[in-house]
């Protein structure tokens, strides 16, 4: 099974700030990488696709990237709405797996 | 609009079964693969099943490969879970979910608690 192991697991950033998560793979996936955000109560909601690609909608301030099986998530600008859990996931083969997770909050 | 719909979880007791369903409307169901995934309270999603657009590929995490079974009707766009021999970590919220370009969409999810 291919292990994703996300960092870290919870962080605190001032409003504006740049905040980094990042996701290395157990093996080489490929672009095959999704990245979700999720808010208490509510399904995960994709943010990026194949690592890098904004689904439709989604803001400029996230961003992705990918370094060998190093993957990173960036948001430019924080902003209060995106206080959240997020994920990564990969979906190069079976069982399909996720990080475990970056609770986002604000300082 | 764009959406898929679970319905179908509840209580039951340990060794008992279920049958989750999820329904597809706004796209054309019959195209695309569909997972289900689970989350336990308080933790990160873990995927459970995929079935491929026409039932030609299923796959099962090894947690509950015996126990559960996914199934379509794409003339009813529609997914199924028949969970069977439940336990209590199977307790969780369900979701199926497209992660297939072009649509990237879970659901608003279906609570099972095995107690």
């Known amino acids: 099974d291919i292990q994703m192991t996300q960092s870290p697991s919870s962080l605190s950033a001032s409003i504006g700030d740049t905040v980094t998560i990042t996701c290395q793979a157990s093996?080489?996936?490929?672009?095959?990488l999704n990245w979700y955000q999720q808010k208490p109560g509510q399904a995960p909601k994709l943010l990026i696709y194949d690592v890098s690609n904004l689904e439709t909608g989604v803001p400029s301030r996230f961003s992705g990237s990918r370094s060998g099986t190093d993957f990173t998530f960036s948001i430019s600008s924080l902003q209060p709405e995106d206080i959240a859990t997020y994920f990564c996931q990969q979906y190069d083969s079976v069982p399909r797996t996720f990080g475990q997770g970056t609770r986002v909050d604000i300082k | 609009e764009v959406q898929l719909v679970e319905s179908g979880g509840g209580l039951v007791k340990p060794g008992g079964s279920l049958r989750l369903a999820c329904a597809g409307s706004g796209f054309n169901f019959n195209n695309y693969n569909i997972n289900w995934v689970r989350q336990a309270p308080g933790k990160g999603p873990e995927w459970v099943s995929s079935i491929s657009s026409s039932s030609t590929y299923i796959y099962y995490a090894d947690s509950v490969k015996g126990r559960f079974a996914i199934s379509r009707d794409n003339a009813k766009n529609s997914l199924y879970l028949q969970m069977d021999s439940l336990r209590a970590d199977d307790s969780a919220v369900y979701y199926c979910?497209?992660?297939?370009?072009?649509?990237?969409?879970w659901g608003q999810g279906t609570m099972v608690t095995v107690s």
């Open positions: 979910a497209i992660w297939q370009r072009p649509l990237g969409i």
């Open positions: 093996q080489d996936i490929s672009r095959f």
